[in-house]
């Protein structure tokens, strides 16, 4: 599997790190940094990009193994994995939360949750506050920074932090993505007047 992470072939090389991901190493190994970075690739790869007519591969066959990389890379971030590091695969994330594959956009914000740097918090709530998104895309990437707040604390400057509480106060938006905004906003556990605000507000309406 290690020898095969060098293949030239995109099906056998996806297909060795996505088995050796899966399979969550204990210890440390010379090709890690090769799965996650085939693991990014793979994320990377979709039907509606221009073929590059190499053996064996489609349209078809790019969105699985995106999907599959985006299914594997969550639960190395989920269990804490110690040996694959996901930081290095953080630009294909945040490019993939900008994906028009919902399943894609929902993962790859759920992912981000567990790395540790403002990008990638900024990330998930670029994506919760984009108006264009579908609601279940905006719900789940705000669940999602509620995770990322729960562990890794808040990382958004007072900008975004003043739009998420715009929108959690505001009276024109569905209640379950307002409410969604709202669990989001209290997990990142501000130590500000805006908190006891909201609470009445909420309490009022």
């Known amino acids: 599997l290690a020898e095969a992470l060098s293949f030239d072939s995109k099906a056998v090389k996806f297909s060795a790190a996505i088995a050796i991901a899966a399979a969550g190493p204990k210890q440390a190994f010379p090709e890690s940094k090769l799965v996650v970075a085939n693991l990014a690739e793979a994320l990377a790869q979709s039907s509606e990009q221009p073929s590059d007519n190499a053996p064996m591969w489609s349209g078809s066959l790019a969105d699985t193994y995106s999907l599959r990389a985006a299914k ?32 894609i956009q929902m993962l790859a914000g759920q992912i981000l949750a567990y790395l540790n740097t403002p990008a990638a918090q900024q990330a998930i709530i670029t994506m919760a506050m ?8 905006r719900v789940s990437a705000f669940g999602s920074l509620a995770v990322s707040a729960k562990v890794n ?11 998420l509480y715009a929108l959690v106060s505001s ?29 009445l507000d909420q309490a009022r309406s």
């Not at 984009?130 to 895309?137: F, L, M, V, Y």
């Open 72 to 103: 594997v890379m969550l639960k190395i971030a989920q269990t804490r994995n110690p040996v694959l590091d996901l930081s290095p695969a953080q630009d294909a994330l945040i490019a993939a939360t900008k994906s028009k594959r919902m399943e």
């Open 130 to 137: 984009a108006e264009g998104n579908s609601q279940d895309i």
């Open 153 to 163: 604390g808040n990382k958004l400057d007072d900008a975004a932090v003043n739009a």
């Open 171 to 199: 009276k024109d938006i569905d209640p379950n993505l307002r409410a969604a905004a709202a669990a989001a906003y209290g997990a990142l556990n501000l130590p500000s007047q805006k908190v006891k605000t909201l609470i």
